[in-house]
């Protein structure tokens, strides 16, 4: 591949990553999508070893976030479908209140139906802050295996 070809690679995978973190982009598909094309551009061996390894943490980061944030939510008693309102009220507010809509979206509609749920706005809160720290636990899964699979690439870089 290019030198160009493999910057261009290269900032995919940084959009990626920020995707991870501002949890609008699909990051860690991006990371390995941009692994996988360079692995096809490349070729060989030792691509293709970079790459079954970057896909190897992105796999069980995606799982371990699943694990972690739904055993963390299940100690709270927050229902998946709570997360889903947040979810959507926040994609919402991204668009209505630039930059941090998505946050006041994602509080907003977590607290609203746990409030509607609970009927306590304690317990609704504390439901919300739960959200929250699953939704971190998420973030930082995420970002550990995307940021893995980012130096496996690295490694693959410098050996092709």
């Avoid at 999508?33 to 360079?38: E, M, Q, R, T």
């Avoid at 299940?74 to 209505?96: E, K, Q």
């Avoid at 609704?124 to 980012?150: D, E, M, N, P, Y």
């Amino acid at each position: 591949m290019s030198i160009a070809g493999e910057i261009v690679v290269g900032l995919v995978i940084l959009v990626g990553l920020a995707g991870i973190v501002v949890q609008v982009l699909p990051g860690n598909t991006l990371v390995g999508g941009a692994i996988l094309v360079w692995a096809i551009m490349t070729g060989g061996t030792t691509a293709w070893v970079c790459f079954a390894v970057a896909a190897t943490f992105i796999v069980a980061a995606e799982g371990g976030q699943l694990l972690l944030a739904g055993r963390h939510m299940r100690r709270a008693d927050v229902p998946w479908s709570t997360l889903a309102w947040g979810g959507l009220l926040g994609v919402v507010g991204f668009f209505v209140i630039p930059v941090v809509g998505l946050f006041i979206g994602f509080v907003l509609a977590v607290f609203v139906a746990e409030l509607l749920r609970r009927r306590d706005r304690r317990a609704a809160w504390r439901a919300t802050v739960a959200a929250l720290q699953a939704t971190g636990i998420t973030i930082v899964v995420q970002l550990l295996g995307g940021l893995l699979a980012t130096a496996a690439w690295g490694v693959g870089l410098a050996l092709t």
